[in-house]
């Protein structure tokens, strides 16, 4: 009886390592797996990145997600933040 239930213990142990761990996503992950989803039209990765958070917290993730880029290429471009912003939009410049 012992030696039973140390095997199943030893065995469920074993199993458990075995899989994956399943750990949660943070919501810039969510933002950067459902940008470039949205970017490549991928409508099941889009679906899937959108559940990892709440819609607030991907909604403020794609937010400075899109802060982030439009400086890093106005640094890039020697450019305001705002030309870069209306020349992605297709926007004239202001």
């Known amino acids: 009886m012992w030696l039973q239930r140390t095997a199943e213990r030893f065995e469920a142990q074993r199993t458990a390592k075995q899989r994956p761990e399943k750990r949660a996503h943070n919501l810039f992950e ?11 039209d991928d409508q099941e990765q889009i679906d899937e990145a959108a559940a990892w958070v709440s819609p607030e917290a991907l909604s403020f993730g ?22 870069v912003a209306r020349t992605l939009l297709g926007l004239p410049v202001a």
């Open 62 to 83: 794609v937010n400075e997600l899109a802060c982030r880029a439009v400086i890093a290429l106005a640094r890039e471009r020697d450019e305001s933040p705002r030309t």
């Open 30 to 40: 969510a933002a950067a797996a459902y940008v470039s989803a949205c970017a490549e």
